[in-house]
């Protein structure tokens, strides 16, 4: 079952989903900006991406080393300010992560719950993926959620810190789960390093 609004700030507030720091405000207000849609929430865009740097590498599965590693190694960080935004350029791919943090505890009662983050559909419409593969976050995560995004229209698209930049839907799970962490549990970097 999804979530609705009401019911994605009834399990923030009994601390069966962490969103740090809170969207706001919770309601539509006059002037202001409302991230909560009827069964989803706005996420922002951290103001540090990562950008992967062509090159004669590549990545084995088979060789030592972690993804996180690899990626780091062959990229690029950039901070993101308002003064110094980032042109993503038209087939460019980078790696953002969510500003805020999201924690879906497993000790806190049933129903545990999931996520799914997506892209929104107003970016989409210029040609921004933004979270295309792999968008489960399982019960247990804590961390900022990394966004895989790529630049499929013909124009530039400028990337600011703080920009609404995807949305979390909030799902319930059914009985008991015993957890078993990703690679990337714990990360703190769009790559996927702690």
């Not at 004669?56 to 590693?69: C, F, K, Q």
């Not at 999931?114 to 970016?123: D, N, T, V």
Request: with cysteine; aromatic share 6%; charged share 20%.
């Amino acid at each position: 079952m999804i979530l609705s609004n009401v019911e994605i700030q009834k399990a923030m507030e009994e601390g069966r989903l962490v969103i740090a720091p809170e969207p706001m405000p919770r309601r539509p207000e006059a002037g202001k900006y409302c991230p909560y849609d009827t069964h989803a929430v706005d996420l922002r865009l951290y103001r540090e991406i990562t950008v992967p740097q062509a090159g004669p590498y590549h990545y084995d599965v088979t060789e030592p080393g972690t993804l996180s590693e690899v990626i780091a190694k062959h990229s690029k960080r950039h901070t993101l300010t308002d003064e110094s935004p980032y042109p993503l350029q038209p087939q460019q791919f980078i790696l953002g992560r969510t500003l805020e943090r999201v924690e879906l505890p497993v000790d806190r009662g049933t129903p545990h719950l999931a996520a799914r983050i997506e892209g929104k559909s107003s970016w989409a419409r210029c040609g921004l993926m933004v979270h295309f593969t792999s968008p489960t976050v399982h019960p247990g995560w804590a961390g900022p959620l990394t966004l895989e995004i790529i630049n499929l229209g013909p124009m530039t698209f400028i990337l600011r810190p703080g920009m609404r930049i995807a949305q979390l839907i909030v799902e319930e799970v059914r009985g008991e789960v015993f957890l078993n962490p990703s690679e990337f549990h714990g990360q703190s970097t769009p790559e996927g390093l702690a």
